[in-house]
């Protein structure tokens, strides 16, 4: 290799990470990791009804969720009759959600 194709593989090795850190900054104020108290991280990701941006690595529909007015995420429901279920708690640690039927609760503060 010629002096100056070494000069710019240098130059190129020493700018790539300076280009990745600024891309990750760039993600993190687009995407929050939060919505509402609840910390989603893989395999879940969110969009963002304010924004319509989605956040974290779009994966499988299944773990798709949506940040409802920054106030709790949403599991859509594949069953048609209920609104979904709101995430009240991810434990990424012990495997667990802590969730509420959306059409249940709605039925309970509906009067008769």
Excluded at 12 to 24: F, H, I, Y
Excluded at 63 to 77: A, E, G
Aim: hydrophobic share 40%; aromatic share 10%; proline share 9%.
């Amino acid at each position: 290799m010629p002096p100056s194709s070494w000069f710019l593989t240098l130059i190129w090795v020493w700018c790539l990470p300076l280009m990745l850190v600024e891309a990750e900054e760039q993600q993190e104020e687009v995407c929050s990791a939060k919505c509402g108290a609840v910390t989603i991280s893989n395999p879940f990701w969110f969009t963002d009804l304010e924004t319509g941006r989605s956040c974290g690595s779009p994966g499988s529909p299944d773990f798709q969720l949506t940040c409802l007015n920054n106030s709790y995420p949403l599991l859509p429901s594949s069953v048609r009759v209920t609104l979904g279920f709101a995430i009240l708690n991810i434990s990424y640690g012990e495997r667990s959600l802590h969730v509420i039927d959306l059409g249940k609760l709605q039925l309970l503060h509906d009067p008769p």
